[in-house]
């Protein structure tokens, strides 16, 4: 085993959240290390609202595509397209991106190390030890360990930093499955470069959804559902066939698991805290997670710092308080969204309805591309209220 370094922060994870937290860090003068185990792109749709672009100064080159409306298609077919007036859903592609994010990182100050996690001990001093394996000169595994005064676990859904430090670290998961399909030109078999095709139908999906999401010269198609014995290759298959996708040429297939809610605890007490799908900061109903991921890695790099300082390990809470202070109204309302009208066709069909009403679309949009729930249009939120509560009712038709 290598002699062991003494960083301020190690971030096991080099994704949005990770990256983002180390660059954060990084720039505060912290001496971080940032371990990513390499050589997998996550299986993602890769949408990203303006905000992030904003907030996290990204530079435009990185999207692959804006799209400028959604099309949601119900369980008997019918089709509701909700334009983006005044905005757009960006595209990125997750191998060139994720990796702009890390380098950035490292620019930023931080070192970068390629490894795989194996083992947090952290005791009663004030340091907790990081141990990885990597690469020796042989091409063999070479075990090496490092000390950190504190620990940001951003190794995703099925986080083994989480397990091992974070009692009922867990949550539910939805198995999302996904094909990379070669774009067909514009227009043929009703494609559209700048549009996200979303279908709300139960033989598709019995409990999320399926989605077309364009990236330029590429597409995204892909299922989620959190039922165990459904067949996710099966429904995108099917899913490729009803949007004219079937003869595309497939470059690759991914899958992966999506958290379903946050963790009720991201912090040990001790030395360490959790930040993206580790603490399980992905959206209900939507999926969305690129965008949470890196607001939760910068809270958690706001925690980290401040615990650096005081060495209290309170402050490690502090990440998930200011995420849930900031985001937890829109996670409670997308959660009761998806528990209310995912449940059955009936209630998918009431739900794509509802779209088409320009209050609910134009509230839509301004939520996703500016991450908040919008307050300043109070006669909107009452007639979309009350619509809904018709809809669910039964008073409006489906049709």
């Known amino acids: ?113 390629t490894g795989s996690f194996t083992e947090l001990v952290s005791g009663d001093g004030e340091t907790a030890t990081v141990r990885y394996e990597s690469a020796a000169a042989d091409g063999g595994p070479e075990l090496q360990e490092v000390l950190a005064k504190c620990v940001i676990g951003a190794d995703g859904a099925r986080s083994r930093v989480a397990r091992q430090a974070i009692p009922r670290a867990e949550v539910p998961c939805v198995s999302a499955y996904h094909e990379i399909v070669e774009s067909p030109a514009d227009g043929q078999g009703g494609f559209d470069p700048v549009r996200c095709d979303v279908y709300y139908q139960g033989r598709i999906s019995p409990d999320f959804y399926g989605w077309v999401f364009p990236h330029g010269e590429t597409t995204s198609v892909g299922v989620g559902t959190a039922k165990h014995g459904v067949s ?95 985001h937890g109204r829109v996670f409670w309302a997308l959660g009761l969204m998806q528990r209310v009208f995912y449940r059955n066709d009936r209630l998918r069909e009431r739900f794509v309805s509802m779209c088409r009403d320009p209050d609910v679309q134009q509230l839509t949009w301004d939520a996703y591309m500016n991450k908040r729930l919008v307050r300043a249009r109070p006669a909107a939120h009452a007639r979309v209220f009350f619509k809904d509560l018709a809809h669910l009712l039964g008073f409006v038709s489906a049709k």
């Open 1 to 113: 085993m290598s002699t062991s370094q003494t960083f301020d922060v190690v971030v096991v994870g080099g994704g949005p959240a990770g990256s983002t937290a180390a660059t954060d860090l990084a720039r505060a003068g912290r001496s971080v290390l940032l371990l990513d185990r390499g050589g997998r792109i996550k299986p993602c749709g890769g949408a990203v609202p303006p905000q992030l672009m904003r907030e996290f100064d990204i530079p435009e080159h990185l999207l692959c595509a804006r799209i400028q409306a959604a099309r949601m298609v119900a369980p008997s077919s019918r089709e509701v397209d909700m334009p983006i007036n005044g905005g757009y859903v960006g595209m990125v592609n997750r191998e060139p991106f994720d990796e702009w994010l890390r380098q950035r990182a490292v620019g930023a100050g931080a070192v970068r190390r």
């Open 232 to 326: 996710l290759k099966s429904a995108v298959r099917e899913l490729r066939q009803a949007a004219g996708l079937a003869e595309c040429r497939t470059i690759r297939c991914e899958g992966a698991p999506i958290p379903l809610h946050p963790l009720p605890r991201w912090d040990d007490g001790r030395h360490l805290v959790l930040a993206g799908d580790a603490a399980g900061v992905v959206a209900p109903a939507s999926g969305e997670g690129i965008y949470y991921a890196m607001a939760g890695g910068r809270f958690a790099a706001e925690a980290a710092d401040r615990f650096c300082d005081t060495g209290h390990p309170r402050c490690l809470g502090l990440a998930r308080k200011r995420f849930m202070k900031a």
